[in-house]
């Protein structure tokens, strides 16, 4: 006959508290910490991207609206551009509508990156969920000029702006210098404040008017240098180029949103109101070519 071991009250208790892992060490005042970034590096298996497109859940919540908003002002002329990037809206065949609009709904804002960058598509890109079978995300095509709009690029997102029912991609798909991820930092485009910090977002809201609103997806969320509620300038570090898409990554690349502080019309006359998804890729080149001028954003 087998004997029974039979532990302790109290054997038992110091048994079960050696296996409990998950409690965090409170810093001084109670606040838990922030985990240390862990060494950037080139992508392992386990971040194949799977996502196929969709990027950002209906579910994220929209910024509440601002005061009485107030026209921009005079936007600055822009400067002739320098380096190669193909034309708004022109999104090649079968990865949707594109949408040409050649506003600069941000006249002033800083290149969003701390670094350069290689604005293209990384879904339909090489590496991505519709892109060319057996490529890498890492593939150097992907890492050359000239850049691509993917603003209303097929997606299943609502999009007014879009053609063919009203959903696309809601913002611009914007490489990060190297195939690495945790390395190049994200920046704020505007002074403002940071409104809400999603799943794997990171909003914000401009302080001047007209307080557009700016949305970063895919940072390093275990390590932003932001939070909830902060108050940022133009140019401040926000979090580092990931691939985090809640449980399951995508391709290391920043994906940047602008949306509408003020009611407008876009240049083929269509009527834009408040929080309305704006095609942000001429306010990204005019911002990047500020950038090459030797433009700050202090």
């Known amino acids: 006959m087998r004997k029974l071991l039979i532990l302790s009250p109290l054997v038992l ?10 409690t965090k060490p409170a810093a001084p005042g109670g606040e838990v910490k922030t985990p240390a970034s862990p060494a950037p590096g080139p992508p ?8 196929g497109g969709a990027e950002q859940p209906a579910s994220e919540p929209v910024p509440p609206a601002p005061g009485p908003p107030a026209q921009p002002p005079t936007p600055p002329a822009p400067s002739p551009a320098t380096f190669n990037h193909g034309a708004p809206g022109d999104i090649p065949a079968g990865q949707g509508h594109g949408y040409l609009d050649r506003t600069v709904w941000s006249p002033a804002m800083c290149w969003p990156l701390q670094d350069d960058a290689y604005a293209n598509s990384q879904v339909y890109g090489h590496g991505g969920g519709m892109g060319p079978a057996g490529t890498s995300q890492c593939d150097s095509v992907n890492y050359s000029l000239p850049w691509h709009d993917t603003f209303c690029e097929a997606r299943s997102r609502d999009n007014p702006l879009c053609a063919g029912g009203g959903t696309g991609h809601q913002g611009q798909d914007i490489r990060p210098g190297t195939c690495k991820k945790n390395l190049h930092w994200a920046v704020a485009a505007e002074s403002g404040v940071i409104t809400d910090v999603g799943t794997y977002t990171v909003t914000l809201t401009a302080s001047a008017a007209p307080h557009r609103t700016y949305r970063y997806l895919h ?6 240098a932001v939070h909830e509620g902060d108050t940022v300038v133009a140019g401040q570090k926000l979090g580092k180029v990931s691939n985090d898409f809640g449980g399951t990554p995508t391709t ?20 834009v109101v408040l929080h309305t998804f704006l095609p942000p890729y001429m306010s990204l080149a005019e911002a990047y070519q500020r950038k090459l001028n030797g433009g700050t954003c202090s």
Do not use: N, W, Y
Request: hydrophobic content about 40%; proline content about 7%.
């Open 13 to 22: 208790a110091l048994a079960l508290g050696a296996c409990d892992d998950t």
């Open 44 to 51: 392992t298996p386990e971040d194949e991207p799977s996502d």
């Open 219 to 224: 940072m390093q969320m275990a390590a932003l």
């Open 252 to 271: 290391i690349h920043l994906h940047f949103e602008l949306r509408a502080g003020v009611a407008g019309v876009t240049t083929d006359g269509k009527p």
